[in-house]
C-alpha cells in the first residue's frame, strides 16, 4: 500500500509517499481500505514537529478516515466490503495514521456512513464534530434558547459547532474576518455573524443578544482572542478552549473572570473514552439531522496533492480539506 509517511518530523523535505506492507489487524481489529482522509490541523502539526504528544519518527500522519472493510477482514458486525468512518483514530498509537491506502483499526472505532453522506463528507466529519459537541455539551451546557459564540466559525471545528448549536436550539453569533464567509455562515442558520476584528464587537454582541452577553464561547482560533471570548461572555458563560492557529498564548482578563465567575476550559476530543464516543457520535448525527446538516467541504484534492491540500487548509479553507485516493 503507499503511506505518507514522515521519517523526521521538522518539515515537509522527509515526508513523502511510500510502498509499506499492509497492516496486519490484531484481535478487535480490521483493515480497512482507506477512500477518503479528512485533513486536520494536527495533521500538518505533527509532520511539522509542533504537536503536543508527538509520536517518535518513523509516522503516518492523518487522524480522520472512510473507507470500506477489506476483503478477509471484518467480523460479524462489521463484515468485509461494509462502508465505514472512524470516529477515534486517535485511540490507537498517533505514529499509525489514516494517510494511507489500507490502516488497521478497532472495531470500537467504527461508525456507518451517514444515510445520503458522501465518502468525502464522512471523512471530513469525525474529529470535527466530536470536538465541537464536546465544547457545547461537556464543557458546556448548550441547549434550547443558548447564546453562543463561535470563534474560527469557517473553520472545520466552527462550521461544526454552528451547526450543532444550531440543532440543539441555540442562537448562533459566528465570527469570520472574512465578508465571503460570513454571508455563507448566515446562509447555514447563523442568527448574527461578526467580523472578530470589529472594533466594537464587544457592543455589538451583547445588543444581538439582548444585552446580557452569551452562554457558551466555542473558542478555535487561540492567541488575543482568549481576551474577546471572556469579554463577550454573560455571567456563569463558559469558554471552551479548542484552538491555537492565532497563537499559543493569550491574555485573560481577570476581573471580568472574576466578576463574571466565568469558566474557561480547555476541550479535548481524545477524552471521549471508546465506551462513550459511539453514543456520543450518534447524538451528534440525530442534532445534525434535525436540521438536515452535513459536513461543509471546501474542496477534494487527490492524494497525490497532498502538499497543496495542506497549503489549502492552512488558507482558511469554508469547511473542511479532503483527500481521497484513487478508485474511491
Ligand atoms: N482541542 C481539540 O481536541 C481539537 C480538535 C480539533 C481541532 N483542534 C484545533 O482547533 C483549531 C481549529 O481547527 P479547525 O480544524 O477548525 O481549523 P481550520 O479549518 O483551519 O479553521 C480555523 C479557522 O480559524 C480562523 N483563523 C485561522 N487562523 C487565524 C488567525 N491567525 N487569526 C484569526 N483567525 C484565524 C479562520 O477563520 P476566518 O478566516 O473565517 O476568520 C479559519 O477558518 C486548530 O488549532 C486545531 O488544531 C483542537
Redesign the pocket.
Known amino acids: 500500500m503507499r503511506a505518507l509517511f514522515t521519517e523526521a518530523p521538522g518539515g515537509w523535505e522527509h515526508t513523502r509517499i511510500v510502498e509499506k506492507p499492509d497492516p496486519e489487524p490484531r484481535t478487535g481489529e480490521v483493515l480497512v481500505d482507506i477512500k477518503a482522509v479528512g485533513l486536520?490541523?494536527?495533521d500538518y502539526?505533527q509532520v511539522q514537529g509542533q504537536y503536543p504528544g508527538q509520536p517518535k519518527a518513523p509516522f503516518i500522519t492523518g487522524r480522520d478516515a472512510a473507507g470500506v472493510i477489506s476483503a478477509g477482514s471484518g467480523t460479524k458486525e462489521w463484515p468485509a466490503g461494509t462502508p465505514v468512518l472512524i470516529i477515534q483514530s486517535q485511540l490507537r498509537d498517533l505514529a499509525e495514521g489514516t494517510l494511507c491506502e489500507r490502516q488497521r483499526f478497532p472495531v470500537s472505532t467504527l461508525a456507518p456512513i451517514p444515510i445520503g453522506w458522501s465518502i468525502e463528507e464522512a471523512a471530513a466529519a469525525p474529529?470535527?464534530y466530536m470536538?465541537a459537541w464536546?465544547a457545547l455539551t461537556v464543557s458546556a451546557n448548550c441547549k434550547e434558547g443558548s447564546k453562543v459564540v463561535v470563534?474560527?466559525?469557517?473553520?472545520?471545528?466552527?462550521?461544526?459547532a454552528v451547526q450543532l448549536a444550531l440543532g440543539l436550539g441555540a442562537t448562533v453569533i459566528a465570527?469570520?474576518?472574512?465578508v465571503q464567509?460570513r454571508a455563507k455562515l448566515s446562509a447555514m442558520g447563523a442568527q448574527h455573524v461578526f467580523d472578530?476584528e470589529d472594533p466594537d464587537l464587544k457592543k455589538k454582541v451583547p445588543q444581538a443578544v439582548g444585552g446580557r452577553g452569551v452562554d457558551i464561547v466555542v473558542e478555535?482560533?487561540?492567541?488575543p482572542?482568549i481576551r474577546t471570548a471572556v469579554n463577550l461572555l454573560a455571567p456563569y458563560g463558559v469558554v471552551g478552549?479548542?484552538?491555537?492557529?492565532?497563537?499559543v498564548e493569550g491574555p485573560l482578563p481577570i476581573p471580568s473572570l472574576m466578576f463574571k465567575r466565568a469558566k474557561v476550559e480547555?476541550?479535548?476530543?481524545?477524552d471521549y473514552s471508546p465506551e462513550e464516543a459511539p453514543d456520543e457520535w450518534a447524538k451528534i448525527i440525530s442534532t445534525l439531522n434535525k436540521r438536515s446538516f452535513r459536513p461543509i467541504i471546501d474542496k477534494v484534492f487527490p492524494f497525490e496533492d497532498y502538499l497543496a491540500a495542506v497549503e489549502h487548509?492552512?488558507g482558511?479553507?469554508?469547511?473542511?480539506?479532503v483527500l481521497t485516493f484513487p478508485g474511491r
Do not use: Q
Request: zero cysteines; hydrophobic letters at 45%; proline letters at 6%.
Open positions: 486536520n490541523p494536527a502539526f474529529l470535527a470536538t464536546r470563534t474560527g466559525a469557517s473553520g472545520g471545528v466552527g462550521t461544526a465570527l469570520s474576518r472574512s464567509k472578530p478555535t482560533v487561540g492567541g482572542f478552549v479548542v484552538g491555537v492557529l492565532a497563537g480547555g476541550v479535548l476530543v481524545s487548509l492552512k482558511s479553507p469554508f469547511g473542511k480539506v
